[in-house]
């Protein structure tokens, strides 16, 4: 892509975020990001040794921070309380690293964002000098609170955590784009490469998936038609679509200086 993503004062070239969880191990992980083409990729602290361990493989071996960008996130924290305290021990492990993706989820079936106490955690995380990226929901009052509260990044849900669902509100997310000054990535429910085309098309500014990637059927392939289904989406929001016009029809060729049918003559 020509153009680059701004996340704060970095820059990336791929609009693709993809998380490192579900694959059968590191290696099949490491494929998938590669086929992808992301730079940035998510590591959820309480699930993932990154260091924690070091009797145990880490992933810092097969991706490292020299080469990718780390955005530890707090997959599996339900308050602003566990959430702070896990992204401080990223901060430790990864010698200072600031970066970082918030989810305070408020239940364990639905994993929707529970929003106060997201909130919550963005304030004291941004106080700390964090630089917060956050799931949330695809409300645009509150994404825009959260931008206000020095969040360098909106991530709302296209649909439920891991289901593959799509995009099923395009209207909210469209009102989030609009409202909020600071990067809108969709974060959450993109099944195939179409979805991650849309959600680009709308005029958001990246894509986070994970499921999507690691639990198709292929996941090196799949995790390369999304790096096409957002490079698309990009470019064919870039571009501007033509507007649509009911019961207008256009010709897709020119009619000027055309031959006019012959007239059949009357008996």
Same mark, same amino acid.
């Given at each position: 892509m020509?153009?680059?993503?701004?996340?704060g004062t970095r820059s990336f070239t791929s609009r693709l975020l993809v998380g490192t969880g579900k694959y059968k191990d590191f290696a099949q992980t490491r494929a998938a990001i590669d086929?992808?083409?992301? *730079?940035?990729?998510t590591v959820a602290i309480r699930r993932t040794n990154i260091g924690q361990s070091k009797t145990e493989p880490s992933l810092l071996e097969f991706l490292p921070p020299s080469r990718f960008t780390y955005l530890p996130n707090t997959a599996g924290c339900f308050n602003a309380d566990d959430a702070v305290r896990t992204?401080?021990?990223?901060?430790?492990?990864?010698?200072?690293?600031?970066?970082?993706? %918030? *989810?305070?989820?408020?239940?364990?079936q639905s994993l929707y964002p529970n929003m106060p106490e997201t909130l919550a955690a963005a304030k004291t995380l941004v106080a700390e000098g964090f630089k917060v990226m956050v799931y949330c929901s695809d409300d645009p009052i509150q994404a825009a609170m959260l931008a206000d509260l020095g969040c360098v990044a909106v991530m709302p849900l296209a649909s439920l955590i891991g289901s593959g669902m799509?995009? %099923?509100?395009?209207?909210? %997310?469209?009102?989030?784009?609009?409202?909020?000054?600071v990067?809108?990535?969709?974060?959450?429910?993109?099944g195939t490469a179409s979805d991650a085309a849309i959600a680009m098309e709308l005029g958001c500014d990246g894509v986070l998936m994970n499921t999507a990637i690691a639990a198709a059927r292929d996941p090196i392939?799949?995790?390369?038609?999304?790096?096409?289904?957002? *490079?698309?989406?990009?470019?064919?929001?870039?571009?501007?679509?033509?507007?649509?016009?009911l019961y207008s029809a256009s010709p897709s060729s020119p009619v000027e200086g055309t031959i006019e049918p012959t007239k059949t003559r009357a008996a």
């Open positions: 020509s153009d680059s993503l701004q996340i086929a992808s083409g992301a *730079e940035i990729v992204l401080r021990l990223a901060r430790e492990l990864l010698d200072g690293h600031d970066l970082v993706k %918030l *989810e305070v989820l408020g239940d364990p799509g995009i %099923l509100n395009p209207w909210n %997310l469209q009102l989030v784009i609009d409202r909020v000054r990067p809108v990535l969709v974060d959450a429910g993109v392939l799949m995790a390369r038609a999304m790096r096409k289904g957002v *490079e698309a989406g990009r470019e064919s929001f870039l571009a501007g679509r033509m507007p649509k016009k």
